[in-house]
């Protein structure tokens, strides 16, 4: 950790950069009444940056030297301290957000044309008619087809104004014609709720990416659906959850816990504690309730795992989770940008601050993965190593530690073959949905008129599907080696994971990809037991 006055002068600095290139004018250096009169480090940097401005004998992109400056010295304080450009900023913000405007597709670049992958669920597009193949060549008659076009280019047209309307001219294979589309461009959910379906007839599932605006909304309405189909048991996913907002998280708690439970509490830099209760009846307070986390799990889903850990409610499922219990606060810098400065720590229940070590060196922090890996804290609980100071105990008389990330109750290790390490790859990075994406353009009609019953029975995935996707690998990066071997039914059903997901939504993805998933299996299992 460094010392506080490291961390004032450095932003200090920075916020004196900020502002010095805010004002836009020339400054008088001599003026009393200046605004950086009071304090000379402020005064030193907005005269620098003025001297550059208006005096230095070539052109300058002072903005450039302030986003650069501001960096600095934000490496200088802690891991998740974050500048936001302005150019940046409105799609940072779209990523928290539950929604944005626009017709609501995703598509690919085939050649130089823009095709569908498929409606965004609840958009103006799936409402209006638009399917997976089609080709968008022209949007109130502008081309959006030819070498010149960009993917911004495309967003920009495709976006707009809340209401306003767009002519789209669509290439459908079978048609003769280009057909004509007016959209009103309308708010396209963007879900931070995957997946709401039962893994028994007595254990639903829900699956959260992250914590946006909207993500208790999702929730609730997720818990109600299974609920409905006779869920007494949840299983909570929050593996590879990088967080988010923090108040979702704590309404998400409540759900769980009863009233005047403490979800946790945070600690300023003046060591002023703010303290949070569960505060409302619960949906799920008598239900039973398994988390399931992992090495990518962090931030707003240690909250939940914490505060329900904590308070001897449910079952942590799964692997250490990251270990980030900084508290960011978004502060505008007037031109558009942002910074997130970390103003608090938070605590679980029992006292414990989950955020792992950081120093000077940030490279190590985030190759903390790297070191679990090494030390075989993936593969085994035993190796995970935390100091008997950082040792709590839970008001049922549970031990649990502190030091860095949430310990789950039961450990589920982390599956390690080499061939399902590649296909995971190939599954995140996008390799498999581009495949499939080709693969569907082939006979389009055929895969757009399947129902989701008709899915499930065939075989959709054959012998020839996986040579195919051999050799797709084979010519889209030179020297890849597929390996299928035993795993080749594992291939199967990541493949067919991915056309579910371009087909029917994500919901179908991950209920197909999850099957023989070892943490979900371990909770069905626990459930079995406890009947």
Do not use: W
Request: glycine share 8%; charged share 30%; with cysteine.
């Amino acid at each position: 950790m460094k010392n506080k006055n490291k961390i004032y002068i450095p932003l200090l600095l920075g916020i004196a950069c900020a502002l010095g290139i805010l004002l836009g004018a020339k400054l008088d250096f001599t003026s009393s009444d200046s605004l950086f009169s009071r304090n000379p480090k402020k005064q030193k940097l907005s005269r620098l940056i003025d001297y550059i401005d208006y005096e230095y004998v070539d052109d300058v992109n002072t903005d450039s030297i302030v986003d650069i400056t501001v960096n600095k010295i934000l490496e200088n304080l802690d891991p998740h301290s974050v500048y936001i450009p302005s150019r940046e900023y409105d799609h940072v913000s779209e990523s928290m957000k539950g929604d944005f405007v626009g017709i609501g597709v995703s598509f690919h670049t085939v050649g130089d044309t823009i095709v569908v992958i498929q409606p965004l669920e609840g958009g103006p597009s799936e409402r209006t008619g638009i399917k997976g193949g089609d080709r968008i060549l022209y949007a109130d008659g502008t081309p959006l087809f030819g070498k010149n076009i960009s993917t911004d280019s495309v967003i920009k047209r495709l976006k707009g104004e809340e209401g306003s309307k767009v002519d789209l001219k669509v290439l459908r294979k079978g048609e003769e014609d280009l057909l004509t589309f007016k959209i009103n461009r309308g708010k396209v959910p963007l879900k931070s709720v995957d997946a709401a379906y039962m893994l028994t007839d007595k254990l639903g599932y829900i699956k959260i990416n992250r914590f946006s605006e909207t993500t208790y909304d999702e929730f609730d309405k997720a818990l109600e659906k299974l609920k409905r189909e006779g869920a007494k048991e949840i299983a909570l996913d929050l593996r590879n959850n990088p967080g988010g907002y923090l108040s979702e998280a704590i309404n998400i708690a409540d759900e769980f816990l009863e009233d005047d439970k403490l979800i946790l509490f945070t600690k300023n830099k003046s060591g002023a504690i703010e303290e949070t209760y569960a505060h409302r009846d619960g949906d799920f307070e008598n239900g039973k309730i398994y988390v399931l986390i992992n090495e990518g799990s962090a931030s707003a889903s240690e909250v939940v795992a914490g505060a329900l850990q904590d308070n001897d409610i449910g079952t942590i499922v799964g692997r250490r989770s990251y270990g980030k219990g900084l508290v960011q606060r978004e502060m505008e810098l007037g031109d558009g940008s942002a910074v997130r400065l970390t103003i608090a720590r938070y605590y679980t229940p029992t006292g414990r601050s989950i955020q792992k070590p950081y120093g000077e060196d940030n490279k190590t922090y985030y190759n903390d993965y790297m070191r679990r890996y090494r030390n075989g804290e993936l593969q085994s609980a035993d190796s995970i190593h935390v100091e008997d100071s950082l040792r709590y105990e839970t008001p049922a008389g549970k031990i649990v530690y502190g030091g860095g990330g949430i310990i789950p109750d039961i450990f589920v290790p982390k599956d390690m073959e080499a061939e399902k390490e590649q296909y995971m790859l190939l599954l995140n990075g996008g390799f498999m949905s581009r495949f499939i994406f080709d693969l569907m353009e082939q006979d389009r009609d055929y895969y757009n008129s399947l129902t989701k019953e008709q899915f499930d029975k065939q075989e959709i995935v054959d012998d020839q599907v996986i040579r195919d996707f051999i050799q797709y690998g084979k010519n889209q990066i030179p020297g890849i080696n597929i390996q299928v071997n035993q795993y080749q039914s594992l291939l199967r059903q990541y493949l067919k994971a991915v056309m579910a997901q371009q087909l029917f939504g994500t919901n179908a993805f991950e209920r197909i990809k999850n099957e023989g998933d070892r943490i979900i299996d371990k909770v069905i299992q626990l459930s079995k037991e406890k009947t």
